[in-house]
Each structure stands twice: as C-alpha cells, then as structure tokens.
C-alpha cells in the first residue's frame, strides 16, 4: 500500500498563482505491464520504491535496512519553464537496524528534480537524490547509500516475477473508489553488498506503489508488514487506522493485534511492535529485531514512525524474516 511516511515535501510554495493539479484516477480497470511499470508514474500525486531486508555480516549479525525514494507532483499547475520550477520532488530515507548499536540510525535527503540534483525515469527503475539510487539494470537492482553514520552498497536478485496485491495491482484503501493505489512487490529478493565497507548477504523485499489520493477521511495511519517465509513464500498485511486506533479498513480476513508496545525515551511515542497478524492463510506473531527502530523524518516528510525488522513465528518457531511499519501513532497521517 504504501502506506508509507508520504508527507507534504516540507517545501513551501506560493499557489494563489497557480491553478490546481489535475491528479488521474487509480481505477480497477488499469492493467499493470513491465518493464514499463518498474518505471516512473510523474503524472500521479505520489509514489514510492520501498525496500527492506535482513542482511548477515561476515561475522554471522544480523542486520535489518530500509531504503525508501519517494516521488512527489506538487499540487500546483505553471507553465514556467525555467529549469527551477518545481514540477516533481523526490525524497529519500534510510536506515540501519543493528542491535550492537542500540538504536536505529538513519538519514534522509530531498530535492526538486531541477538541474540533475534528482530525478526518475519512466521506463525503468532508476530514482536519484544526489548521490543516493535505487536502480534496476537489466535483471538486477542496485542501490547505493552514503549516510552521515553508515554506508549500504547493494545489489537484489529477483526470484519471480512482480507479486500484484490487491486486485491484480488494484489495491483498496479504503471504502471510497478514489481511496487506491497501484501497487506491486519482489519478495524474496536475495541480496549481495556492503554495509559499513563490510560485506554482507541477505534477503530483501522492495514495494512500488503509485497513487493519487487513497487516505480515507478519518484514517490516522496503517500498519503494514512485508515477510518473506522460510521455503520461498511470502505475505503482506495492511490496515488502515481510525483515529480512535480502531481498523477503519482493511483487505478481508486481515487484522491486527498488539502484544507488546514499546515507548520512545526520544519522543515519547508508543508502538505495538510486536504484533500478532492474521490472514486467510496465516497466523503470525511479529518481533522485531530489537525496540528501537523509530523514525524521526520531521526534517523531510514531516512525521515520526516506527519501520523496523521482525522476525515472525507461528506455534513459536521462526517462519520467516520482514519489515513491519506503524504510521500515525505520534500524529495522524496527511496525505
């Protein structure tokens, strides 16, 4: 669904002067086609390339990251055309989850997508926020990060073809026609790199999700869980929030159930970050990698969440390794 953090862009801009985007429709009727799609959607409000993984030191560590790019069409229409209008943003998050360090470090950048300081491209994956990328080449991604306090360089091996959620790509939101997205995953993505300068292998997850407008009037936020299972398979989870906490939407036979929260020293925040997710085909308890994996993006996208690395189990044996995300407990969520 992402779901994920996509706030206004923390830049401001004058639109007295300007008429109103004209943002297109996400309709059941759409269907998804590759390469195509791995590629930018600029004409849509927002969109995003997500991944998460485990990764495995040399050393036998276990590390969790999160690699985001978010793509923003401000709400404003000009026909200036002058390299330095702002006809696209593009902001990105990181982080690394590592229990010898104790808590969650990460960075963030954002940009316009003026003079090559960022940018997407429409026929394949490839978006940038200076020396920040996440691109596929030919069969596999790449991606490379300089944080301020660590480093990732990594390569991702698809192992079958794109996961359409939702409805064959059409994924609800919510009760209302225009609260979707478009959105597709590659679980089960075997990974290869460095982190710190030290190499590492892993598995990973990555989501792409484009839409226009899906947050129902009244949500708060989501919790969202991307696991890739022991023997190759995979689940995804989500449900929208009310803000009395309350499921206000969610896809059928899936719910949410807190076993364990955890408050921030920082912030002073509380998360259920160890939840018990039911499906159709599943029963699952998630625990993360360690409490700490809070979020604080107020500088970029103007929000604090949790996004952390969970191990999940069923009859209390370990069935597989994810990212479990929980949006709008500091403040609801907008859009």
């Not at 790019?69 to 026909?79: I, S």
């Not at 990460?106 to 300081?117: P, Y």
């Not at 079958?160 to 790509?169: D, N």
Request: aromatic share 14%; glycine share 10%.
């Amino acid at each position: 669904m992402k779901r994920r953090a996509f706030l206004a862009a923390g830049l401001s801009y004058s639109l007295f002067a300007f008429p109103a985007t004209k943002y297109p429709a996400v309709t059941p009727r759409y269907s998804l086609q590759f390469p195509r799609d791995h590629g930018a959607h600029p004409e849509y409000r927002q969109e995003w390339w997500y991944v998460t993984g485990w990764l495995k030191t040399g050393g036998g560590a276990d590390l969790g990251f999160q690699i985001t790019f978010f793509r923003a069409r401000p709400d404003f229409e000009t026909a200036n055309p002058s390299r330095f209008t702002p006809r696209q943003v593009i902001l990105a998050h990181a982080a690394l989850a590592d229990p010898r360090h104790g808590r969650l470090r990460h960075d963030e950048r954002a940009a316009r997508t003026a003079l090559g300081l960022a940018g997407s491209t429409e026929n394949t994956t490839r978006v940038w926020v200076d020396d920040w990328f996440l691109e596929l080449s030919g069969q596999i991604y790449k991606t490379r990060i300089g944080a301020r306090d660590f480093s990732l360089d990594l390569e991702f091996q698809p192992q079958g073809a794109p996961v359409l959620q939702g409805e064959a790509g059409f994924s609800r939101k919510g009760n209302g026609p225009e609260e979707a997205s478009y959105y597709y995953s590659r679980p089960q993505l075997a990974v290869r790199g460095t982190a710190n300068g030290a190499p590492v292998t892993g598995t990973a997850w990555l989501d792409h999700e484009w839409s226009s407008q899906y947050m129902a009037a009244g949500a708060s936020g989501w919790d969202w869980c991307g696991i890739n299972l022991d023997g190759g398979g995979s689940l995804m989870a989500f449900r929208m929030r009310g803000k009395d906490g309350s499921t206000q939407f969610a896809p059928p036979g899936v719910s949410f159930e807190a076993f364990r929260t955890w408050k921030s020293p920082r912030t002073g925040v509380e998360y259920p970050v160890a939840v018990r997710v039911r499906t159709n085909q599943n029963d699952l308890v998630l625990q993360p990698l360690m409490d700490d994996q809070e979020l604080d993006a107020r500088a970029s996208t103007g929000t604090i969440y949790w996004e952390g690395a969970v191990t999940a189990f069923k009859d209390n044996r370990p069935v597989g390794k994810g990212y479990l995300e929980l949006t709008g407990y500091w403040r609801p969520m907008k859009l």
